[in-house]
């Protein structure tokens, strides 16, 4: 029995979702559909794909078989259409970039800002989320790391480097007792990451400049900033958030200055994708070129 790719299209969603109403959602149909067509396809090849529970549907042995089949033939279709959709110098499609919320909301409006300019047809989607994306599930394109993988098929290429400061607002800073070294911090409340929510250790801040507690806590760069804008305490911050914060400044930058990496990452099999591969290139010169300006402002 020959299986047609809308088969496998649906087969694919109910995998990497393992609901029918992830797969229903994804594939913007009834779930019901989803279930009738996984079930006359499971009729038509004569095995059970998937075992289903009240947590959802898991691939049976028979379904992980013809996962590695429709994954490389969702590449071929995928790279049928990009070579035809895709001629010429001009960068054109939907292309979703995953990165952390700090990234995203500081640094990457402006480089897409920049790449849409001279390439205007491109629709970029960002996805800000503080937790991992998973490549194989196709939940994303591209994904902004703060740590190089240590497991997977993937290409890796490095972004640029950048900075964290320990920072407060200033008329905090009047009216609290002085800051002068890490014993001085003891008085001061402290707003960082929600301990256990931490996903790369890469973002365990504090515990690198020696403080082990956290008073006011968020798994949200962006709410940990608002929190030191609030006056709740200091914090670490970006340094390219710096620009965006009025009277914000750094505390200790003579001893405190951390140091990280952004990392570009795709999946192995995109590599004969020229279109990714050149959005990757320009994405990465511009992301270097924005956060350096802004550090430079901070």
Not at 43 to 70: C, I, M, N, W
Not at 156 to 169: E, F, G, N, R
Not at 200 to 205: H, Q, R
Request: hydrophobic share 40%; with cysteine.
């Amino acid at each position: 029995m020959s299986t047609n790719w809308d088969d496998l299209r649906v087969f694919l969603a109910v995998a990497r979702t393992e609901s029918l109403s992830g797969a229903g959602k994804q594939l913007r149909i009834d779930p019901a559909t989803v279930g009738r067509r996984i079930s006359r396809l499971e009729e038509a090849l004569g095995v059970t794909l998937f075992a289903k529970s009240p947590q959802g549907y898991e691939l049976t042995r028979d379904g992980g078989r013809l996962l590695e089949h429709a994954e490389r033939a969702e590449q071929s279709v995928f790279l049928g259409t990009e070579a035809l959709s895709n001629e010429g110098d001009s960068l054109s499609g939907v292309i979703r970039v995953g990165a952390p919320d700090g990234a995203a909301n500081y640094v990457l409006p402006r480089v897409i800002a920049r790449i849409v300019e001279l390439h205007p047809a491109l629709n970029v989607q960002i996805i800000a989320h503080p937790r991992l994306f998973n490549l194989s599930k196709r939940e994303v394109d591209v994904v902004v790391s703060v740590s190089l993988p240590t497991s997977g098929r993937v290409l890796v290429q490095k972004i640029t480097d950048y900075h964290l400061s320990l920072a407060a607002m200033d008329w905090y800073l009047k009216k609290h007792a002085p800051i002068t070294d890490i014993s001085s911090l003891a008085p001061h409340k402290i707003i960082g990451y929600v301990p256990d929510l931490i996903f790369d250790k890469e973002l365990d801040y504090l515990e690198e400049i020696g403080v082990n507690r956290v008073d006011f806590s968020s798994n949200s760069v962006s709410v940990q900033l608002n929190m030191i804008r609030a006056g709740l305490g200091l914090g670490i911050v970006h340094d390219f958030c710096l620009p965006y914060v009025s009277q914000m400044q750094r505390v200790m930058p003579e001893t405190i200055r951390l140091h990280r990496s952004f990392y570009l990452v795709r999946h192995e099999d995109d590599r004969k994708v020229e279109r990714l591969g050149r959005f990757c290139d320009l994405f990465a010169k511009t992301m270097r070129e924005v956060v350096g300006q802004l550090e430079a402002d901070a």
